[in-house]
């Protein structure tokens, strides 16, 4: 049901289904933000859903679209209302205070905090307060083939993303198969893991370069996806109880979530080759899914890449007049990606 054999395509499903469904079976009442392939130094995840304050996300727009690295983060979660001396205002990083000033002046630069000159001091003020976005982090591993020696091969990833307790819930994400799920196949995963079982409306029509491209642009972005996840186990909170009061963990919770903030999950186009004669957006529901018309099928991000044999510039011709997208369909499908999550972004956080 979903996209050639490549894992890839049913890890965007995920994201797309996660951006309009989120959370499975229930009425949505918190903004989502959507990542893919995010995580730690150890342990990266294929789909990374944050569930956030409304009113939070709103506030945290005004810090702009990019994410904030851990040095910008403590430079604008502690200035000060008032004009203060940046060593006065800040808490001691544990490293050296050059790199603080260093963060100040691309805070600056990116109007994230004002500054100002006294003598040599370099003083900050902050341009808002920070916003408490984030509510909860939810990881999924996606497995479309979820047989038993892949569910134990999972587990020792899976029993690390409860320990760690980084994320408050575990899913694994699989395909419908229609059939009953066994209960052996439960056994071989960490009981506090949920599952979500997805299947997927294909409506294989639009296949071409231009049906993809110009033909989605016709449907407004604005239908309903034609995919559902049934909820095959529920997962248990994995959050420590202690967890409030631990600040290292919310520091590298926040900063893991203004990754996601940051890159969303359709920046694939920037790593791939969308300007390739035979890259192909598919639609599967209402999600767009890369295809190479080469390959016949959904290609991975690293076989879509400049040292592909099979790679073909586009005709300069599909980049002059009479392509219905200015600048061509390679450009067309970076537009249209951009323009999807632009438009994301103004429903979620508006
Ligand atoms: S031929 Fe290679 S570069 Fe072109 S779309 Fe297919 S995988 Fe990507």
Redesign the pocket.
């Known amino acids: 049901m979903y996209p050639g054999d490549a894992e890839f395509g049913f890890e965007l499903l995920v994201c797309r289904w996660a951006e309009e469904s989120w959370p499975p079976e229930e009425p949505r009442r918190d903004a989502v933000v959507v990542a893919r392939q995010l995580g730690t130094r150890r342990r990266r995840w294929d789909t990374v859903v944050l569930e956030c304050d409304p009113a939070g996300l709103r506030a945290r727009r005004e810090f702009g679209e990019r994410e904030l690295d851990s040095d910008l983060l403590h430079v604008v979660r502690n200035a000060p209302a008032e004009w203060a001396w940046y060593r006065d205002a800040l808490p001691h990083p544990g490293y050296p205070w050059r790199y603080v000033r260093e963060a100040i002046h691309r805070a600056d630069a990116r109007d994230l905090v004002e500054t100002r000159r006294d003598g040599n001091r370099i003083e900050i003020r902050q341009v808002a307060p920070y916003p408490d976005w984030l509510r909860r982090i939810v990881a999924i591993e996606n497995k479309p083939d979820l047989d038993a020696s892949a569910a134990r091969a999972l587990a020792g990833q899976l029993e690390h993303d409860v320990e760690t307790a980084l994320a408050d819930e575990v899913w694994v994400a699989t395909e419908a198969t229609g059939e009953r799920f066994e209960p052996a196949l439960l056994e071989d995963l960490p009981v506090d893991v949920g599952i979500v079982a997805l299947s997927v409306d294909v409506d294989d029509a639009a296949a071409s370069h231009e049906d993809a491209v110009a033909g989605d642009r016709d449907d407004h972005l604005d239908h309903r996806v034609e995919f559902d996840g049934s909820v095959e186990w529920y997962p248990s909170e994995v959050t420590p109880a202690d967890a409030a009061a631990d600040d290292e963990r919310r520091r590298r919770r926040l900063e893991l979530a203004e990754r996601a903030y940051g890159r969303g999950w359709r920046s694939y186009h920037e790593t ?2 969308p300007d ?5 957006l598919r639609r599967f529901g209402s999600a767009l899914v ?1 295809n ?4 016949r099928r959904s ?1 991975t991000a690293a ?3 400049g040292s ?5 510039p586009e005709p300069p011709a599909w980049r002059t007049r009479g392509w219905p997208i200015e600048g061509g369909p390679g450009k067309g499908i970076k537009r249209l990606l951009r323009e999807r999550r632009e438009w994301i972004r103004a429903r979620e956080y508006e």
């Open positions: 791939m080759r390739c004669r035979h890259f192909e890369p190479c018309a080469v390959k290609q076989e879509c890449a592909c044999s099979e790679f073909e």
